[in-house]
């Protein structure tokens, strides 16, 4: 297993500031990961965090909003840059180790960020 | 495309047994999870399947059938403490985990 925090646990931010969003392991892993959950929806994956390269994101996402970096195996950050109202959400850092028998994600507690 | 179904809703009785049924088309298949989520905390694991047949961990047992592309999650002895979103997640043959919308499963006395 892994265990994961997050900083902030949460957070309220002004429109048009940026936000930077911490995840640490307890222990090295292969796969880093940053969601999205809005309010009563489904988890919705932004990137997968790349160590020594960039990130890889996903669909509606781009790096000059959500930049992303992972300077080693047990670190990564997300930045929410110029935020708007329609950024407030949980933003979940997962993990999972390749090589077990099968690729369990590991979920830390959240960031709940608002934005006015 | 990628598409995983889960019920949105579902209402069961303390002390019952529920079935929370996860259909998916997905590229490719290297397992099928199901986490919980209480509310305002972050998902846990519950389950994985690789290979057909029924995984019993508990109260908790969990169903996957490939040709079907379909899988169940049953919760046998209903608690309170059992309210809570399911989700149902594929994991592709490129590694990424496809998730589905979450079944909020409501626990009454």
């Known amino acids: 297993s892994a265990v994961i925090s997050q900083k902030p646990s949460r957070d309220i931010c002004q429109r048009g500031t940026s936000l930077t969003i911490q995840c640490q392991v307890d222990s090295q892993v292969t796969m880093m990961f940053w969601y999205r959950q809005q309010p009563g929806q489904s988890l919705t994956l932004i990137a997968t965090a790349n160590q020594g390269s960039e990130a890889t994101y996903e669909s509606g996402f781009v790096i000059d909003k959500f930049p992303i970096s992972r300077p080693n195996l047990t670190f990564s950050t997300l930045t929410v840059s110029n935020m708007s109202p329609e950024d407030s959400s949980i933003y979940l850092c997962s993990v999972s180790k390749l090589g077990q028998d099968y690729n369990e994600q590991f979920f830390g507690p959240g960031t709940r960020l608002t934005v006015l | 495309g990628q598409n995983i179904d889960q019920p949105t809703e579902m209402t069961a009785t303390e002390g019952a047994i529920v079935q929370i049924n996860c259909t998916y088309q997905t590229s490719g298949f290297n397992g099928l999870f199901w986490y919980q989520q209480h509310a305002g905390e972050a998902p846990t694991f519950l389950s994985y399947?690789?290979l057909d047949g029924l995984e019993e961990k508990g109260r908790f047992s969990s169903f996957l059938s490939r040709s079907k592309g379909y899988s169940y999650l049953l919760l046998k002895e209903l608690q309170m403490k059992d309210s809570a979103s399911y989700l149902c997640?594929?994991?592709?043959?490129?590694?990424?985990?496809?998730w589905g919308a979450g079944t909020k499963l409501i626990i009454k006395p």
């Open positions: 399947n690789v």
């Open positions: 997640a594929v994991l592709t043959s490129n590694y990424q985990l496809i």
